[in-house]
């Protein structure tokens, strides 16, 4: 049996995955999970990545790390440090060695958002590879506030049960680090560990299409297919739980 190490994304915290937890535990494997310290502006992506590391067993030679959406660019990092038997990226943004979030996506976007980011021009050159990809934010979802009780429920937790929407929302943490988006990812590579790629069909923030895309250019994988907005965690638990044991 493995034990999944559950990392969560933006905004929320080790309770995102109290949903998921039994149905894996059902099935015999183990589970942990963290709250990652968001709250603090200054935290980095290595910080983070050693946040998980601090709650990683030293006895376990089956782990598999599971990472939502921000956590895409927190655990190949851990990996470097951990020997963990496979990568989950749900909904997930996936790193580029050397570059940012930002970096990657900012030839979509025009000189006065860029200016209003505060983001210094890189050299074009390095950043002709990203300019075949598709957005990978879905649109609609750029700019908005996503400390907004509203914007959550429409983008989030938009196809969760009503009381789950309302757990959720109340539990809802002040993101205040910005690092996978702004900061430059440290990995010299992407890891050669065995990933899997979970794309959500109906999620409202990472953009399914760039989902797809990225999984094939970067992970070498075809992403698998939940139809899930973007917390199939809190919305489709079970589902999730079937994709996640199913080699």
Same mark, same amino acid.
């Given at each position: ?19 998921? *937890? ?32 601090? =709650? ?21 990092? =851990? ?14 943004? *996936? ?40 957005? *990978? ?67 409202? *923030? ?42």
């Amino acid at each position: 049996m493995s034990l999944f190490c559950l990392v969560h994304g933006a905004f929320q915290g080790a309770w995102c995955w109290d949903l998921l *937890i039994p149905y894996l535990e059902a099935q015999g494997h183990k589970t942990v999970a963290m709250d990652l310290p968001i709250e603090n502006a200054s935290t980095t992506l290595s910080q983070f990545a050693d946040t998980v590391v601090q =709650v990683l067993p030293k006895t376990d030679d089956d782990i598999v790390l599971v990472g939502h959406s921000m956590a895409g660019t927190i655990i190949p990092l =851990v990996a470097e440090v951990v020997k963990v038997r496979q990568l989950v990226f749900v909904a997930a943004l *996936i790193p580029h060695p050397g570059v940012s979030t930002l970096d990657q996506l900012s030839h979509h976007l025009g000189s006065d958002a860029l200016k209003s980011l505060n983001y210094q021009p890189k050299d074009p050159i390095m950043l002709e590879q990203f300019h075949d990809e598709p957005d *990978i934010f879905e649109p609609a979802s750029v700019g908005k506030d996503f400390s907004d009780a509203a914007v959550l429920r429409d983008f989030f937790y938009s196809d969760c049960q009503p009381d789950v929407v309302q757990w959720a929302i109340a539990k809802s943490r002040s993101q205040q680090s910005l690092a996978y988006i702004f900061e430059k990812n440290p990995l010299q590579a992407l890891s050669a560990v065995e990933c899997k790629y979970i794309v959500c069909t109906n999620d409202r *923030i990472i953009s399914p299409t760039w989902s797809h895309y990225a999984a094939r250019k970067r992970l070498g994988v075809d992403a698998v297919e939940l139809a899930s907005g973007h917390c199939p965690h809190l919305s489709h638990p079970d589902f999730l739980a079937s994709v996640l044991t199913n080699d």
